[in-house]
């Protein structure tokens, strides 16, 4: 017997009917929401990415401004675009597609959008917020999956959390969203010793190194829930399709619930960036 699926397409699309209230509740009011996405460079799954953003923002009424610029695009460039955003009262949302071209310092970067304007929650003040347990803007992936673990009604309170990997962008947000739930969170990464004996100890296992297949179902505890952040790109030998971090067919067999790839933390995580930047015009409206 396996474990129920956590559907992360249907709940993104339950959620973004909601929005779309939202968005013409403020337009009427003159704060129709606007996100610009700026892209420096031709990587082919930023490219995909950005495209992914933008056409989500169209769906619920958001208006979008997406701003490329070559790879070798000066900084400087850059910082002046963001800075000029900063101040545009029709632009609620700055997103920086990552990673940035290697000449580019991209916390210089990150740091320059207004705290106000950064709807994928990375600015230090942000980051800080959501460390004293006050978040303002929550990174998108995390936060779409703690939605998904609400919309399961997983209990997290006393509950043991592992997650593995402990990026600015997953890991960390996730262990601190954990924590901030009363989880008692164990973070794991390339230098921890019998990471296995840690996963096992997990009622809520999180995921988010970049390796397919990586958490095998002898890591997983009978009937805990598993959350795969991982997109990996499975090589053309190996069917050339989109794998998470988890074994999911033989984990599903000892989890009670586990999100899949595609279709699971995905979908969720543009999902948020529509909520923050809604949420960010409707905290400027009330201004
Ligand atoms: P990342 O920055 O490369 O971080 C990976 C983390 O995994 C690091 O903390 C690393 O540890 C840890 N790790 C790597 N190998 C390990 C090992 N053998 N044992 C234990 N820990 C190990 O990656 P990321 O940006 O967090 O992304 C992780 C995955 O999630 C990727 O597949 C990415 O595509 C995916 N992702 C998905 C979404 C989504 O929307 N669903 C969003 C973001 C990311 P160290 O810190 O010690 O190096």
Request: with cysteine.
């Amino acid at each position: 017997m396996g474990g129920r699926l956590i559907d992360g397409k249907a709940l993104a699309e339950e959620l973004r009917e909601t929005f779309k209230t939202r968005v013409e509740a403020l337009a009427a009011r003159g704060h129709r929401p606007g996100l610009a996405v700026i892209l420096a460079g031709e990587d082919p799954a930023s490219q995909v990415y950005v495209r992914n953003k933008v056409g989500a923002c169209e769906a619920v009424g958001i208006f979008s401004l997406k701003i490329d610029y070559p790879a070798d695009v000066p900084q400087e460039t850059l910082l002046a675009k963001i800075a000029e955003l900063n101040a545009d009262p029709a632009i609620h949302g700055i997103l920086v597609q990552l990673p940035l071209p290697t000449h580019i310092n991209e916390e210089t970067v990150l740091e320059t959008i207004s705290p106000e304007k950064d709807v994928d929650g990375f600015h230090a003040v942000n980051i800080g917020a959501l460390t004293q347990g006050n978040p303002r803007f929550i990174p998108c992936t995390p936060y779409g999956v703690m939605k998904m673990l609400e919309a399961n009604q997983v209990s997290l309170a006393g509950k043991e959390a592992v997650v593995i990997g402990r990026s600015n962008i997953a890991g960390k947000p996730m262990a601190l969203l954990l924590l901030n739930a009363s989880a008692t969170v164990t973070v794991c990464h390339s230098k921890t010793r019998d990471l296995a004996a840690h996963a096992r100890r997990a009622d809520i296992l999180v995921a988010a190194v970049g390796k397919p297949r990586f958490v095998t179902a002898d890591m997983v505890k009978p009937g805990a829930v598993v959350i795969d952040v991982g997109i990996n790109r499975l090589s053309a030998e190996a069917g050339g399709k989109l794998c998470g971090d988890v074994d999911f067919e033989a984990v599903k067999e000892v989890a009670s619930l586990i999100t899949p790839v595609p279709g699971g933390v995905g979908p969720m995580t543009i999902t948020m960036l529509l909520a923050n930047t809604i949420e960010a015009a409707e905290r400027r409206a009330e201004t």
